[in-house]
């Protein structure tokens, strides 16, 4: 583990340049492994170190079963942030909610959705969205979403624990019978520090947690 920490830091020195080009350096932070290792899973876990040692907005991330993954924050658009890691998997989210994916065998395109954000979530009966997907291309896929607490708890995270409220989202697509759930564990501001959410009938859930709050 030492030598990867070092190689690393090698890599994170040689490529602080990288950024002004507005590129991110693959040395930056570790990389998906192949998507099949993503989907079927492999025993690994990042080391908090590493994370530390990066300056820069970061989450991890892990699709089914398989290992942890660290993508660093690309852009900012409004309120939409770009995620990438090293192999250009991409993963958009918006308010918490993952709205758009690159390099996965099967991609979110789009997500056309009336959720405007958390505030008085739980008092609505149902929201409405529409899923588009390429890998292969299905547009319009019409998906009910029904919102519950499960109250509050101290969770803990990569650096310390935060106490955060528990929002499910059920969701339905009736014409294909497609029904998950969805959590978001939510600080009193709204931000979604951790989350499992289903965003395709063809992946398993994808997890991810925020290690470094976007400024």
Not at 34 to 48: A, E
Not at 68 to 75: F, G, H, S, V
Not at 153 to 172: D, H, M, P, W, Y
Request: charged share 20%.
């Amino acid at each position: 583990m030492k030598k990867i920490i070092s190689l690393f830091l090698l890599f994170f020195l040689i490529s602080c340049s990288s950024l002004n080009n507005g590129k991110i350096a693959p040395g930056y932070f570790q990389a998906f492994e192949s998507i099949t290792n993503l989907i079927f899973g492999y025993d690994n876990q990042i080391d908090p170190q590493i994370i530390e040692n990066i300056p820069f907005a970061s989450i991890k991330v892990r699709i089914g079963n398989g290992p942890e993954a660290l993508m660093i924050l690309q852009r900012v658009n409004g309120d939409e942030y770009t995620w990438v890691s090293a192999d250009e998997v991409y993963l958009v989210i918006k308010n918490g909610k993952i709205i758009k994916t690159q390099g996965l065998p099967n991609n979110l395109f789009e997500k056309l959705t009336s959720f405007q954000g958390w505030k008085n979530i739980l008092d609505k009966d149902e929201l409405i969205s529409y899923y588009s997907f390429s890998n292969p291309e299905f547009n319009n896929l019409k998906v009910l979403s029904q919102y519950s607490s499960s109250g509050n708890a101290e969770l803990e995270l990569t650096f310390g624990k935060k106490q955060l409220s528990l929002v499910n989202e059920r969701i339905l697509a009736k014409s294909i019978g497609w029904k998950k759930t969805n959590s978001y564990w939510l600080d009193d501001n709204g931000f979604v520090w951790r989350s499992t959410q289903h965003i395709s009938p063809r992946l398993p859930p994808i997890y991810y947690e925020v290690t470094k709050k976007p400024l």
